[in-house]
């Protein structure tokens, strides 16, 4: 079975700066997709970023990036130039590529709080 | 741009009672699953639905637990009894292929007496 480890349960970074929030999973198969998703204290689950493990390239979104390493099956977040909007609680998210389990697998989750 | 919207906001139940949450997911999405999230916990997967049947369920969902596309347009999560262990947060969430990132609503918090 997949599984997905955050190892940071909270995180703190001062208005401005970079912040890189770590997530590693298991998996046995060779495609797949991994989110990062962003819950504010509203709630509401937001898709942050998208990786295609068939993809090399790191995927990015603005001041969000991503340092996917296949081979240590590593994922982490980078977000740069810190918001206070972007407090929230991340949550690390694996999904297998096609066949019937489309369901997502999420990390326990990091905290993150932004100092002004 | 779409979104996913859930009702009520929030639910309270006294046990034993049943209770049914509702979705209505992206209006050209084929794809729609349940999550909960336990307070403090981490989101938890409970049912993918595809072609007006279940497509994966997870082992909370057990027999207390059913979902229903009544119509074109609402997905829904019913707990035919329920316990003081289903207090959660459920997330409605759905897609427009099985690959296509999931898009979710606000949540339903449901708080059982």
């Known amino acids: 079975a997949q599984t997905v480890t955050q190892s940071q349960p909270e995180m703190s970074v001062q208005e401005a700066e970079t912040v890189t929030l770590s997530c590693t999973y298991d998996?046995?198969?060779?495609?797949?997709?991994l989110f990062w998703y962003k819950q504010p204290p509203s709630r509401q689950m937001i898709l942050v970023i998208r990786q295609e493990a068939y993809k090399q390239q790191n995927a990015t979104e603005n001041r969000f990036s991503v340092n996917f390493q296949k081979a240590a099956k590593s994922f982490s977040l980078k977000i740069s130039d810190s918001q206070l909007g972007d407090a929230a609680m991340y949550f690390c998210?694996?999904?297998?590529?096609?066949?019937?389990?489309?369901?997502?697998?999420f990390g326990k989750g990091t905290k993150l709080s932004v100092k002004p | 741009e779409p979104e996913v919207t859930q009702t009520p906001s929030h639910q309270v139940t006294q046990m034993g009672q049943e209770v049914i949450l509702r979705c209505v997911p992206i209006?050209?999405?084929?794809?729609f699953y349940w999550y909960r999230q336990i307070l403090g916990q981490k989101v938890e997967f409970l049912v993918s639905?595809?072609?007006?049947?279940?497509?994966?369920k997870s082992e909370i969902f057990d027999d207390q637990f059913s979902v229903e596309r009544p119509d074109g347009s609402n997905f829904t999560l019913k707990i035919r009894s329920t316990k003081l262990e289903d207090s959660a947060m459920y997330f409605c969430?759905?897609?427009?292929?099985?690959?296509?990132?999931?898009?979710f609503g606000d949540g339903t918090r449901l708080s059982i007496l």
């Open positions: 639905f595809y072609n007006n049947e279940i497509s994966e």
């Open positions: 998996t046995s198969e060779s495609d797949y997709y």
């Open positions: 209006s050209n999405h084929l794809y």
């Open positions: 969430a759905s897609s427009g292929t099985m690959n296509q990132p999931q898009h």
């Open positions: 998210a694996y999904r297998n590529y096609g066949g019937s389990q489309g369901n997502l697998i």
